[in-house]
């Protein structure tokens, strides 16, 4: 009350009655206001500000209760409130006026997606069933539906592996309204060892997957042109394999192989590989004493997880989608056993002791099936990659030693647990020295040269030099040549400048060839692609190899890595990033530098001289260079450049660099000619360690399951003389 002894009158005010008062005093009021605003009169409120990427720690510090004020989430810059496009995660809705049709509607997971639909607007539902309503259940859940407004008609006795029937289907969903998804659900599951299946059981399994898709996908293409949707839900067991579901699995490939088709052909398709899952369903439906199981090495997802993944997978773009629970790795691999035990385990072998250490596992009795096998699961359980010719030299003196050696790795990386994460200025730059070698554009790199091949071309990541490409050159069989990006250069450059920079020493060193081979890294790929742009507009024609990089992932490293608002914010991130990779102690606030140069000058009064092998000014000019760099990188937009005409191989890391980047990285959108994906072991940094980049680039085949298959085997057999099979396989 002491206020009010000081004279001072306080006014309340019911904004809801200005709602309907007249215009002259709402105008009236706002240019009151807007003076008062104006004149400094009326002060903002006490406010926090946090940005949009801080709201847990934002609801975290109003929950404590201790704040004045108001607390505030900045989405835009007010400063900057065009052409901005706002973060938002899409949602899957359903349209009222069209149909939705589910092929093996009334099973486990079909009731739920069915449900899931309804919520989401959908009022015309077709439902397939063999045989029709088997359970009250089903029954009650229909009506249920229907007491909602919605249609559900049950099509049973159809059957959609047939042509006609098929079409059927399809006709009595475009009588209720025209088609907005497809979603095939329908599977028989033949399991059995491979040497117990028979072609009838193929058949079984097919019908409801692969075929009844053929058939969906050859009549929705003519009689659904409002088609949004085309689901089919895959499983663990195709993309991982599963013994003894090999019809299953093939199957389910065959389903995926037609989606990828339809995309390629301009039409919606999505394959989604489902782990087990848990609740309904048929591995629910397996289920003993609730006790959880394990299925191709997946925990039961519960289906409320499912569905909620269901709606971030139907609002993506990458035609194979997977969800999962992974299982944790037992401590010996499959089921606790070691290395030799699983082997053992597979070929049927009782006793270690029974057999000699040295004799191949082709010799003992390996069929290719066990080979393929052995590979799959040693490398799933116990992250062990071997070749074919690996494995036809195999035998268990040497899985011993594989055993012992994995046992130790594993100990090593017990403790060295949480090594692996690289985050800012780490992921972009694997060097900051090497002055020597920096001077020319184009640096020789030792390869182990082969007569006959022509020169290649590898451009660095953001920190310009050709020594990051030192660990796997060796094994490169053309000549090679790195064009390094010029640090002593602190001038803005483009991508397309740098790329205009370097297109004369691609044409000398291809010595009038009208094919190419460039291989970029990182921010390198970005220079690769506008090289192989220009190369192309003279004729040229070629192979890109691009080693984790690509606009898309590049901007999102930069995004997700370095997050700022302005660029002067992007210049301290960048500087106290390098800092922190060299002398972490001393990184420090450089935010009330106002220039580049200033923050330049601090940044380098702070730097210990010796800490790098260079001198002041060439860390001067890299750093400069590298910040200039990702300002390129920001300014550069593919989107109205025309299309590649040359292949695009890209090669990714196992650990992936950030989140939600398309699985090619939208390569696809920027080429008209095939992008290939290929993962390596490692992240963004260890990537280059790996000797499959110079497989890639030697342009070998990169193994996978089937050349692995083919070259283990010759006319269905293994390759390796089997003399007489010493233990059957039960
Ligand atoms: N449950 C899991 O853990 C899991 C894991 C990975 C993938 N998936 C996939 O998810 C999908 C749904 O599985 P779910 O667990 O719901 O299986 P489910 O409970 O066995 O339901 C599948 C339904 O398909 C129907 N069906 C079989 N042949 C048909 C045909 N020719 N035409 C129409 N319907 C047919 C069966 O119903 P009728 O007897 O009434 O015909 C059966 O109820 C399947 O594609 C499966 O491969 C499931």
Redesign the pocket.
């Known amino acids: 009350m002491a206020s009010f002894l000081k004279e001072i009158s306080f006014h309340g005010i019911l904004l809801d009655n200005l709602f309907n008062t007249s215009s002259e005093r709402k105008i009236h009021l706002k240019e009151l206001l807007q003076k008062g605003l104006d004149n400094g009169l009326i002060k903002p409120l006490t406010r926090t500000v946090f940005s949009k990427d801080q709201i847990e720690e934002a609801f975290r510090y109003m929950g404590a209760g201790k704040h004045i004020g108001k607390v505030i989430i900045k989405i835009l810059d007010e400063k900057n409130l065009h052409d901005i496009s706002i973060p938002a995660l899409p949602q899957y809705y359903c349209l009222k006026d069209r149909s939705y049709v589910i ?10 997606l069915a449900d899931w639909l309804v919520l989401r607007g959908a009022r015309n539902l077709i439902l ?5 309503f ?1 359970n009250g259940y089903q029954r009650m859940r229909v009506n249920l539906w229907r007491s909602y407004g919605a249609r559900v008609v049950i099509v ?1 006795g ?4 047939d042509h006609k029937d098929c079409a059927e289907i399809l006709k009595a969903a475009i009588n209720l309204a025209p088609i907005d998804a497809i979603f ?6 033949k399991d059995g060892l491979w040497e117990n299946q028979t072609s009838s059981q193929f058949v079984e399994s097919f ?3 692969a075929w ?1 898709t053929k058939n969906l996908d050859d009549l929705s293409r003519k009689i659904c042109p409002h088609l949004r949707h085309f689901v ?6 195709c993309g991982r394999g599963n013994a003894g579901q090999t019809n ?1 699995g093939m199957s ?1 490939s065959v389903m995926e192989r037609i989606c990828e088709k339809r995309v390629a052909d301009g039409f919606p398709a999505l394959a ?7 609740d ?6 397996m289920q003993d004493n609730n006790e959880e199981l394990i ?1 191709g090495g997946t925990l ?2 519960k289906i409320s997880s499912c569905l909620r993944e269901l709606n971030h997978l139907l609002t993506q773009e990458s035609p194979i989608v997977g969800s999962m629970v992974v299982a944790d790795k037992k401590v010996g691999g499959l089921n606790s056993l070691n290395v030799v035990d699983t082997v053992l385990n597979i070929m049927n072998v009782k006793d270690l002791k029974a057999i000699s250490h040295h004799t191949s596992l082709a010799e003992l009795g390996m069929d290719s099936i066990m080979a393929v096998e052995i590979k799959q699961t040693l490398e799933r359980e116990f992250d062990m990659f071997l070749t074919a010719q690996d494995i036809r030299s195999l035998n268990f003196a040497k899985l011993l030693e594989m055993n012992s050696q994995n046992m130790a790795q594993k100990k090593n990386n017990a403790s060295n647990a949480g090594d692996e994460i690289i985050t800012g200025m780490k992921l972009l730059i694997r060097l900051l020295g090497e002055e020597v070698m920096h001077m020319e554009t184009c640096l020789k790199l030792q390869t182990k040269e082969e007569t006959g091949r022509h020169e290649v071309f590898l451009i660095p990541g953001i920190e310009g030099c050709g020594s990051i490409f030192s660990n796997f050159v060796g094994n490169i069989k053309s000549p090679a040549t790195c064009l390094q990006l010029d640090n002593t250069r602190t001038d803005y450059l483009s991508i397309e400048n740098m790329a205009n920079e370097l297109l004369p020493h691609v044409l000398t060193g291809n010595k009038g060839r009208r094919d190419f081979v460039i291989a970029g890294y990182s921010f390198g790929s970005l220079v690769a692609i506008e090289l192989a742009r220009k190369l192309e507009a003279r004729g040229l024609m070629g192979r890109l190899i691009l080693i984790d990089g690509a606009p898309d992932l590049m901007k999102a490293i930069k995004d997700q890595q370095l997050a700022a608002s302005s660029n002067e914010e992007l210049e301290s991130n960048v500087l106290v990033g390098i800092m922190d990779m060299v002398v972490p102690t001393l990184s420090g606030p450089l935010q009330q530098c106002t220039s580049w140069q200033e923050k330049l000058d601090k940044f380098m009064a702070r730097m210990p001289i010796e800490s790098l092998a260079i001198s002041a000014e060439h860390q001067r000019n890299v750093c400069t260079a590298i910040y200039k760099r990702l300002i390129a990188l920001e300014n550069y937009d593919v989107s109205n450049l025309p299309p590649l005409r040359s292949t695009i191989l890209l090669l990714k890391p196992s650990m992936p660099t950030v989140r939600s980047v398309r699985y090619d990285y939208g390569l696809s959108r920027i080429t008209r000619e095939k992008v290939e994906v290929h993962t390596i072991e490692g992240n963004h940094v260890t990537i280059l360690d790996n000797m499959k980049i110079a497989i890639a680039i030697n342009g070998e085949p990169l193994e996978d399951a089937e050349a692995f298959k083919a070259s283990i085997m010759e006319d269905g057999k293994i390759l390796t003389p089997i003399t007489e099979p010493r233990y059957n396989r039960s």
């Open positions: 092929l093996g509607g009334l099973g486990g997971f079909g009731l739920e397939t069933s063999r045989s029709g088997k049973s159809k059957d959609a592996a095939n659900l329908a599977v028989v599951l019908k409801p997957k009844s089919i839900f895959s499983s663990v067991s299953y389910n989604i590989q489902w782990g087990a899952i848990g309904v369903g048929l591995v629910a439906d299925i039961q997802q």
